[in-house]
């Protein structure tokens, strides 16, 4: 017998899921696929990657899913549609007669679950499979057609801490990767401009390294791919939240801290800090496919000592007159890497370099230099205003969590601990084009999480000492912060008095 199927549309003309709910019959050990047909009416790009929340029985016990989802994101543009399919297997342990419920949820752009019925049915003269056709259609009710700006107090927006982690799910990975590549040639740029800097370059440029990354920039149109990526950010954030990069956006959140008390309503000071990017850089640049490779590996080197290591390394081999082999596997790598990213949301790659940055800044606070500075800090209104923020938001919890996740996921690709992630990656791809062999440090995500454990005060101040490592304009910052006098408190209340009618010999009526 055929189970029955359930057409369900999210249009807010319609009558709404969420009272409705989806209601499926299904024997033991069957499989319930929800077929999910998605169609973005709004006028801002979405990434969506819907989730089935955990079963819970009639009997309050509760079930973890274990669903398969295909593909595992969606891109969908303004106008755009897409297929979806979400699967799972229904445990033997449920037994006929049995209801559970569930919600189908999309993070990070609606946090309303659709109910979901399932009831358990004998397993003979039924099918194995029920499936379930859902479509789907944005915006959801109750949301608003127009992109949704940075004064939404429903979401914070994506200047709130809060708000920004829940962006994470749906901001493409791409748009981070290019404003990443970006800044670090823009950093390069200048570094050359230095004697040291000028050196290094001239050395790099002899390499069989700078060789073959420029062809391998060249061949995967790498340029073109970050003037692309950039100009759908732009687009998107200034029509959201008035700002055209996530960098800035994140970088004046840590700033306005500086200047605000989290703990008290009021109108919120604007401050003045110059443009993270240089205007017009990527157009500037240009289509060159080694002007970029150069400048990203300077700009590398120029915050992290272990890369200038690494070109020096490079460049005292004997000069290579030919092209490797390795060229042309590097760009098919580069391409394919590039096409990959698409279907990554920014999470992974914004929680794998808050714990690189949080594990440099652990490092450093116990250095005496670092404990001071920490110490300093630590009677701020800066650092109440990122502790709380930090603990309002979860984010301990969430980096964490997201950690595991991600561990797990490239050991099931076979991955080994210390060798897994992007950035992982990425510079074993660097250094292979040179055939250099340069160590590299394993990535210590879980040492990470351990060490500064569930504790908001030692993440903020690892995450802030470890960008002040990376960022002059964050270490000028935290060094003025540090200056400052202690902030006067805020008084108290005063406690109101009452008379002790009770207490004396009066009636309550005089």
Same mark, same amino acid.
């Given at each position: ?329 590097? !760009?098919?790598? &580069?391409?394919?890497? *590039?096409?990959?990213?698409? $279907? @990554? %949301?920014?999470?992974?790659? /914004? ?119 990376? !960022?002059?304009? &964050?270490?000028?910052? *935290?060094?003025?912060?540090? $200056? @400052? %006098?202690?902030?006067?408190? /805020? ?20």
């Amino acid at each position: 017998m055929e189970l029955s199927r359930l057409t369900v549309n999210m249009n807010p003309s319609t009558e709404s899921p969420e009272s409705r709910g989806i209601q499926v019959k299904i024997k033991p050990r069957g499989t319930l696929c929800l077929q999910l047909s998605l169609r973005n009416e709004m006028q801002e790009p979405l990434l969506l990657r819907p989730i089935l929340e955990d079963w819970v029985r009639d009997d309050r016990e509760i079930f973890a899913t274990t669903n398969r989802l295909f593909p595992p994101y969606i891109y969908l543009d303004p106008g755009g549609e897409a297929t979806q399919t979400l699967s799972l297997e229904i445990p033997i342990a449920w037994q006929p007669g049995q209801q559970l419920a569930s919600g189908l949820r999309f993070p990070g752009f609606h946090e309303r679950a659709i109910p979901i019925q399932v009831e358990i049915v004998p397993p003979a003269g039924n099918s194995d499979r029920a499936e379930v056709p859902i479509a789907v259609t944005f915006p959801l009710p109750g949301e608003s057609d127009r992109p949704r700006s940075a004064s939404d107090p429903s979401t914070a927006g994506i200047f709130g801490l809060i708000g920004g982690l829940l962006d994470l799910d749906r901001i493409p990975a791409p748009w981070l990767a290019a404003e990443l590549l970006t800044l670090l040639a823009q950093i390069g740029e200048e570094y050359a401009a230095s004697s040291a800097g000028k050196e290094l370059r001239d050395r790099l440029q002899t390499t069989q390294l700078y060789r073959n990354g420029a062809i391998a920039f060249t061949q995967a149109q790498l340029p073109h791919w970050i003037w692309q990526k950039l100009s759908e950010a732009n687009a998107t954030l200034r029509d959201r939240v008035g700002e055209g990069h996530l960098l800035e956006i994140w970088e004046r959140w840590l700033f306005d801290l500086a200047h605000t008390d989290v703990e008290i309503e009021g109108d919120r000071p604007t401050i003045a800090i110059s443009p993270l990017f240089k205007s017009g850089f990527p157009e500037e640049m240009g289509e060159d496919g080694g002007r970029w490779f150069e400048d990203i590996l300077l700009g590398l080197a120029a915050i992290a000592p272990g890369f200038a290591s690494g070109i020096e390394a490079c460049s005292a081999r004997s000069p290579q007159m030919g092209v490797a082999d390795s060229a042309t596997p590097a !760009s098919y790598t &580069l391409s394919t890497g *590039l096409s990959g990213l698409e $279907a @990554l %949301p920014a999470r992974w790659l /914004v929680v794998e370099l808050l714990l690189g940055v949080a594990g440099k800044g652990w490092q450093r606070s116990r250095t005496p230099g670092g404990e001071q500075l920490l110490a300093q800090l630590g009677r701020t209104r800066f650092f109440k205003n990122g502790v709380l923020a930090m603990a309002s938001a979860q984010a301990p919890r969430w980096l964490s969590v997201s950690q595991s996740a991600a561990a797990a996921y490239h050991a099931s690709v076979g991955g080994s601990p210390g060798q897994q992630g992007l950035l992982y990656f990425w510079e074993q791809w660097l250094w292979s084009l040179g055939n250099c062999s340069i160590p590299i440090a394993p990535f210590s995500g879980d040492a990470t999480c351990e060490a500064l454990g569930m504790d908001g005060d030692r993440w903020f101040g690892a995450i802030v000492l470890g960008l002040a490592e990376v !960022s002059p304009r &964050l270490n000028a910052l *935290l060094e003025a912060i540090a $200056a @400052l %006098p202690s902030p006067a408190p /805020v008084p108290a209340a005063p406690t109101p008095t009452f008379d002790d009618i009770l207490g004396e010999p009066k009636s309550l009526q005089r």
